[in-house]
């Protein structure tokens, strides 16, 4: 059983409850490989799935999970909402909890704003991403990949590329990988660094050269534009040569190492458009779409759990 009824902050787990985690999303996996990909363990129960910024896989993953147990989602999006007409996350919140539901997934802009809710609220919330804050469910089901393709995570070299000062992705990794044992290095320019770097304690690179030939795992992140309130970077070429995978690079990797993105990728920019596009046997190393699909899993599992908590 989990020690808490919320996920907000991918710190709030403990090692075990992790271990658990990753134990039910084994389980769950193997119901997705049924040709029945359905369990009626949470028939009755309410979720309601609150999408306050645009997403794809995040809110669908959610949805499929909450299906494949047999819970009722609803899916809320704000800009059809009352919120147009004025009304505040909390009420809007509120509103819906006299529905009664029984849990409520929660994706906003701003950082923080899932903590806050949590606190006006008296119903179980799992954070889908806030702002440039947490997105722990991303951190899960990064982790269950790595844990799928090696068997273990202790002891793994991790380097995570790109655009960490954004990346809400960066933070929950960071914290979830190092909780877990594994050598973290971050691989970035000085103006995509957040101020505060020196308190994850990992590891800083200036290039992908650096680490490329050693790392285990390369965690590549989207240059998020979109959270850029000004130009963080001279240029997309002076980017691409320190910070893009391309087909050199890839093929320095050591054998049986992984590549890994959140999606969505920005083609050109972080992962080269050949990289994206290959055929070859290297292709086998690009865990993108099976992150995704691991997602499901993983939801499934803390949807279970965090519900079937006495
Ligand atoms: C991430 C997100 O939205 O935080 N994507 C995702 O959830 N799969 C990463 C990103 O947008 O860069």
Redesign the pocket.
Known sequence: MLSVKNLIDIDDLSIRDVEIIMENADTFNEVLERDLKKVPVLRGKTIINMFFEP?T??RISFEIAAKRLSADIINFTSSTSSMKKGESVVDTIKTIKSMIADLLIIRHSDSGVVNFISRYIDLPIINA?DGKHQ?PT?ALLDLYTIKKSFGNFRGLSVAITGDILN???ARSDILLFKKMGMDVSVVSAPMLLPEDISHYGVRIHGCIDDVIKDTDVLYM??M?FERQDRKYYPSIKEYNRFLELDEKRLNKMKKNSLVMH???VNRGIEISESVMNLESSMLEKIKVNEQVRNGVAVRMALIYLILTKE
Do not use: E, I
């Open positions: 997403s896989r995040t991403g997105h991303q990346s809400r992705v992140l989207r998020q959140p999606g969505p």
